[in-house]
T-cell receptor
């Protein structure tokens, strides 16, 4: 019940295309869903996050879509650029329960071809 | 404002040796945590702390010890290093929602 399942494991997209990464969770206590971006040799950095009271959040070219009934959320990268090539992790956390723990997906390695 | 800092950046240990990975944050965050990152397994929580003097175990705590004597520092101790502990270790601190990660320590145990 604590798992967050992420797919695909790797993704290759042409420059200008749309990158889509999906995550699914089981624990209905999760109420905070961030996405992290990690470049080689660096720590993960928060990209965008969503709470379950909205179905979509957009920041620039990055959009999270959230489906509470299906317990799924996804990251869409519009107009993908070579600089977006990185590993992306989804995560889930039961913030309002006060436990503060984050459960991470296994990551998606994105390569955007120039 | 340096955020989360970790030392060392790289370390090689022999099996059975002990060492401490250092982590410090200057954001006055109460919550800090240690993760290990292995290929294909994402980030797994080792130990976490919700404030000075309070620590608890995460998913993979065996072989590691932590203590939290100050808000700023959260060191991770490897008691007797094993090859299975070869990994990249990240320290993080959390504000209200967002978790900030340090640059990581790449540890190899031979």
């Amino acid at each position: 019940q604590q798992q967050v399942k992420q797919s695909p494991q790797s993704l290759i997209v042409q420059k200008g295309g749309i990158s889509i990464i999906n995550c699914a969770y089981e624990n209905t206590a999760f109420d905070y869903f961030p996405w992290y971006q990690q470049f080689p040799g660096k720590g993960p950095a928060l990209l965008i996050a969503i709470r379950p009271d909205v179905s979509e959040k957009k920041e620039g070219r990055f959009t999270i879509s959230f489906n509470k009934s299906a317990k799924q959320f996804s990251l869409h990268i519009m107009d993908s650029q070579p600089g977006d090539s990185a590993t992306y992790f989804c995560a889930a956390s039961p913030l309002t329960s006060g436990t503060y723990k984050y459960i991470f997906g296994t990551g998606t390695r994105l390569k955007v071809l120039a | 404002n340096a955020g989360v800092t970790q030392t060392p950046k790289f370390q090689v240990l022999k099996t059975g040796q002990s060492m401490t990975l250092q982590c410090a944050q200057d954001m006055n965050h109460e919550y800090m945590s240690w993760y290990r990152q292995d290929p294909g397994m994402g980030l797994r929580l080792i130990h976490y702390s919700v404030g000075a003097g309070i620590t608890d175990q995460g998913e993979v705590p065996n072989g590691y010890n932590v203590s939290r004597s100050t808000t700023e520092d959260f060191p991770l101790r490897l008691l007797s290093a094993a090859p299975s502990q070869t990994s990249v270790y990240f320290c993080a601190s959390k504000g209200r929602y967002e978790q900030y990660f340090g640059p990581g320590t790449r540890l190899t145990v031979t």
